[in-house]
């Protein structure tokens, strides 16, 4: 029997530069969105104690703050990746980028705890659909061996991001004063100019971009041809281990391979929110260090993440059995959080640089999974399902995080309970499957035929 990676003898050459092209064309666009889409996202780790000072926001207030951006997040992600199928990738990627940027300008306005919690619910709906829209993105434009590394690259942005945003953050707080850190609140970053990135960036996406390989003009016609055949083959392969007829959002709850998807993504989510906004107050204890210091310090994990994320990559294309290599990865970064609770601060630091090697790479190791599993015709939604419900990691761990640290004064049992849920998380990813069972649908359940007598 034939596979994607056996059969295209007429166009591999013509294949291997399609995917080259996309690489070069692509994937670099999709980096530097992602790391103002992050920079917007998750900077106000670098402000907590300027909400403090000038706001009064607190731990609590402010763990709460930080995760419900996830929930109206959630909340909007499976309807605007429906959207962006309907509309395609350039329109719909183009208005998010603009409708965040805007979000993000608006937090410069915060001025207590209720418009904190209004505008990090704002941001969220406005960004909802991004990612799992790139994921999508892929399935359309790459083969399935490609798409791992691809992942790893991409996600190398929102390493960056965390690199870029505490240099840039803590140097332009020192020098801005601490007088003028309100203008500095949140996810707009240290001035409303971040957020207005985000919209200058969307007018070049919207003529960069395409929505399918045959829009590319930078393809030639071969290229488009062998790309699309090789994505339509696989496509058709995985559709008939699905039944004929499209299942519906509904039967996908019913489905055990869509929970499991959800529960491990939860947990890596769970992993990475919990280090990003809490790293910085962590780094803070490990000495008199100010705004640039804390920057570059936080810089450093996220510089390791970047090249464990493609090292692990490209284990798993060599080597095969993802789940294998998401396993390992998960229990790296169950070991650095566990440890990351048992030290002093430096040794905390050290051991979460140790974790994020684990849970970066876990979250780009994840996703070609459920790419391969899924039905291509109820793709997107799903890739939606599976990303928002994961995110809600984002609301549940600063929030945990803050409202233990104000009623403890410590995180100590927060770290241990990420490193638990990355364990829970190494075990089931076994039970996570590429490819659905011969003989069931997308339900999960064995497909009978009606007889007519």
Request: aromatic share 12%.
């Amino acid at each position: 029997m034939s596979t994607p990676q056996s059969q295209p003898q007429p166009h591999g050459g013509a294949l291997a530069s399609a995917v080259r092209k996309i690489k070069w064309h692509v994937l670099p666009l999709f980096v530097v969105m992602f790391i103002v889409n992050y920079i917007d996202r998750v900077n106000i780790g670098f402000v907590r104690q300027h909400l403090s000072a000038d706001l009064g926001i607190g731990a609590a207030a402010y763990g709460l703050g930080a995760g419900l951006f996830f929930v109206s997040y959630a909340v909007f992600e499976v309807p605007s990746n429906m959207l962006l199928q309907r509309f395609g990738a350039k329109a719909w990627l183009t208005r998010i980028m603009i409708t965040w940027g805007l979000a993000a300008v608006g937090m410069a306005f915060v001025q207590g705890e209720t418009s904190f919690y209004a505008m990090r619910l704002v941001l969220g709906a406005a960004e909802a659909g991004f990612f799992p829209g790139v994921v999508f993105y892929f399935t359309q434009w790459l083969p399935r061996e490609q798409r791992g590394r691809a992942m790893a690259v991409f996600l190398s942005g929102s390493a960056l991001a965390s690199v870029f945003s505490g240099s840039i953050s803590g140097g332009l707080m020192m020098i801005e004063g601490a007088g003028k850190a309100r203008a500095c609140t949140a996810g707009s970053g240290c001035s409303s100019s971040k957020g207005m990135a985000s919209v200058v960036l969307a007018g070049f996406v919207w003529f960069w971009l395409d929505s399918k390989p045959r829009d590319a003009k930078w393809l030639t016609r071969d290229e488009q041809d062998a790309l699309v055949a090789n994505i339509e083959d696989e496509q058709r392969q995985r559709d008939t281990a699905h039944t004929s007829a499209k299942p519906s959002a509904w039967s996908l709850m019913r489905d055990p391979q869509i929970v499991i998807f959800c529960l491990i993504y939860f947990s890596v989510s769970l992993t990475i929110y919990g280090a990003t906004f809490w790293l910085p107050s962590i780094i803070r204890k490990m000495g008199h260090l100010n705004d640039f210091q804390v920057g570059l310090f936080n810089s450093i994990p996220w510089l390791i993440s970047i090249a464990a994320m493609y090292f692990f990559a490209s284990l798993a294309a060599k080597f095969k059995f993802q789940q294998a290599w998401v396993s390992c990865v998960l229990v790296i970064a169950a070991v650095g959080m566990y440890a990351a609770g048992q030290g002093s601060p430096v040794f905390s630091f050290v051991a979460i640089c140790f974790a994020a090697i684990g849970f970066k790479a876990a979250s780009s190791l994840f996703w070609p999974i459920p790419q391969d599993y899924l039905d291509t015709r109820i793709a997107a939604p799903v890739i939606a399902l599976i990303n928002s419900i994961g995110n809600l990691g984002g609301f549940v761990a600063p929030a945990t995080f803050g409202f233990l640290e104000q009623k403890t004064g410590s995180i100590q049992g927060g770290l241990t309970g990420l490193a638990v849920m990355s364990v829970v998380a190494a075990v089931l990813v076994f039970l996570a499957r590429m490819e659905p069972r011969h003989g069931k649908g997308q339900s999960g359940f064995v497909v009978k035929t009606k007889r007519v007598s």
